[in-house]
């Protein structure tokens, strides 16, 4: 089960600001958010950020259940 901090989110702001960060880099975009700031980025670009970060977390919480399954430490509650 996920650890939740205390404001309630799985990961701490900071670690998810700095991800945020490395994949509008890894997009091109860091020089445009850097000009214009983030509150101006198009629905568009901002979803091509967002949708690389979900896509990782995907496949590394079905990398860590594949783990789990062949390790045979999953349990049912």
Avoid: N, Y
Avoid at 18 to 33: F, N, P, S, Y
Avoid at 44 to 49: S, V
Avoid at 66 to 73: I, K, N, P, T
């Amino acid at each position: 089960m996920a650890q939740f901090t205390p404001t309630g989110r799985v990961l701490p702001h900071e670690l998810l600001d700095r991800l945020k960060w490395e994949v509008a880099e890894q997009v091109g975009l860091t020089d445009t958010i850097m000009q214009q700031g983030w509150p101006q980025m198009s629905s568009r670009a901002c979803g091509h950020i967002g949708g690389r970060i979900g896509g990782k977390m995907v496949k590394v919480m079905v990398k860590h259940a594949q783990q789990v399954l062949a390790d045979g430490s999953a349990t049912l509650k």
